[in-house]
């Protein structure tokens, strides 16, 4: 049996519903539905997406996740059971904020939805940060400075992708990238343009069904207290504000 079949099997019992009533409100006959339960049959995508709504828990929790091992009331419940994301809280039932460091950034593609994973990561708490869910994220690179690379990113978790805001920066956690740290735009059709501030660095485009969450960015953990360089552009359009005074106090001196 795998651990789909189990887990359907312990929902079912845990909720004291029947077989027969479960198959109707999945709109299926009680003979399929118990091939799905005994492990003889796998479930078409339509009726994972069906038992997932209808015990308000996700996909991924599902097909990965042992649910005896979970309390899915400690679960964050999104809009129309999209996905279940796991969070941890306190002994006052205040969220606690998980910090993905880069010693367990390469398992979080695996561990986002696993609540086992998300437990085991380490624990800060920023009360002046607010509502909403937060998370910790490593910066890698020199793509977005002045955030550099070790520090930690601390991001507000977006729900909906018509919250995303142009020309704001999010960690996107993708498919086929794993984690990014980016500025995105939203000006293509079913696709973000995701750019660097370091325009060494060109912008790309992410495809939205390739994502798997987005963060807000909230504040910075950084490691260093070195001074940030003034960039040459900056120092070029001081010396010729300068240059335009220095100007202008010689037009006023001519006719004093």
Known sequence: M??????????????KISQE??????????????????????????????????????IDLLLSVDVRK????????????????PITVDNKGENFIEVVTQK??????????????????????????????????PVEGDSMPPHENGSIIVGRYIEKLGDVKDGKTYILITKNEGMVYKRLNKNKMNALVVASDNNFYPPYEVKVSAILEIWEYVCNIGLTDEKQQVPETV???????ELKRDINDLKINRYM
Not at 6 to 13: C, E
Not at 112 to 123: C, G, K, M, R
Not at 235 to 241: E, P, Q
Request: glycine letters at 8%; zero cysteines; proline letters at 3%.
């Open 70 to 85: 979970i309390l899915v009331d400690d679960l964050l419940q999104l809009e129309n059971n999209r996905l279940v994301l």
């Open 21 to 58: 009533k479960l198959a109707e409100s999945l709109g299926i006959t009680r003979g399929r539905y118990v091939k799905y339960e005994d492990g003889t049959s796998e479930a078409p995508y339509e009726i994972l997406k069906k038992i997932a709504h209808y015990y308000h828990i996700s």
């Open 235 to 241: 120092s070029v359009t001081n010396m010729f504000l």
């Open 2 to 15: 795998s651990l789909f079949s189990d887990n359907i099997r312990n929902l079912r019992v845990q909720h």
């Open 104 to 137: 367990v950034k390469a398992g979080y593609l695996n561990g986002y939805a696993d609540p086992e994973y998300i437990e085991s990561l380490q624990q800060i708490s920023l009360p002046f940060l607010g509502s909403g869910k937060h998370r910790g994220f």
